[in-house]
């Protein structure tokens, strides 16, 4: 019982940091709307890892101390946010933003855009550790936020679905399929930034670091 309880604890801590990185997500989206007329976020997702998860991935990284610290220690998508931007310059906007504010600290940064995976999955991955304040102490959560665009999560979502709930194994054929589909999602997401461009989209808008996604 004393353990489930501070499992409810825990879990309290990281719905708790999930609605600190929404709520500045809308804050960010709803001043590009007002000022700038475009709204950079498509929508926003999230999730607590529910209890199994968090076991069968402990028992994946072969972690056998399976107490609370050692679950938060070695865990960082516990709290899982996953933003879905309307254009490719968008993500880099919303992360370059996101990681600026003083409160916030980059513990880790993957992409997967630039460098994308194997199997073709794009994305940028951040951990980012934000402060929760509570009644006694501010803790430090971490959070990892998965920044896609629509046609990025399109490709993830139904490659998930087909590599999880797929009667057989995939063949390598289908692999190969799959692949060329994530590659002809990327040709998307750059033609329609340059269409978006070519029409003054981002016309007015702050510059971002890393405008030379390709
Ligand atoms: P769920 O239920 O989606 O959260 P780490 O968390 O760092 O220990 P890893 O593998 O280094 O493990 O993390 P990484 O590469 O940053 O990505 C983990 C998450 O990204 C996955 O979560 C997926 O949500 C997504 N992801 C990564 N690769 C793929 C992929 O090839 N296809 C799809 N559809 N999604 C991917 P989980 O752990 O699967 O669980």
């Excluded at 804050?27 to 950079?40: G, K, Q, S, T």
């Excluded at 073709?120 to 959560?141: C, N, Q, T, W």
Aim: proline share 4%; net charge negative; with cysteine.
């Amino acid at each position: 019982m004393e353990k489930m309880q501070d499992f409810l604890v825990m879990q309290q801590l990281y719905r708790s940091a999930i609605r600190e990185i929404t709520t500045k997500l809308e804050i960010l989206d709803d001043e590009f709307r007002v000022r700038y007329a475009h709204n950079p976020i498509h929508h926003i997702e999230s999730r607590l890892k529910s209890l199994p998860s968090i076991l069968e991935k402990m028992q994946r990284k072969g972690i056998r101390d399976q107490d609370l610290a050692a679950i938060r220690r070695e865990l960082t998508d516990i709290a899982g946010v996953r933003v879905i931007c309307n254009y490719l310059h968008d993500i880099y906007r919303i992360r370059d933003l996101l990681v600026a504010q003083d409160d916030m600290c980059l513990q880790r940064e993957k992409d997967y855009i630039k460098a994308p995976k194997e199997n073709g999955y794009r994305g940028l991955h951040l951990i980012l550790l934000v402060p929760v304040f509570l009644s006694a102490e501010k803790e430090l959560v971490p959070v990892e936020i998965q920044i896609r665009t629509i046609a990025m999560d399109f490709w993830a979502s139904l490659e998930h679905q087909l590599r999880y709930k797929a009667w057989h194994e995939v063949p390598q054929e289908l692999h190969a399929r799959l692949k060329r589909c994530s590659d002809a999602s990327a040709v998307l997401d750059l033609e329609m930034q340059d269409i978006f461009d070519q029409l003054g989209g981002t016309d007015g808008m702050p510059p971002q670091d890393q405008e030379q996604v390709q």
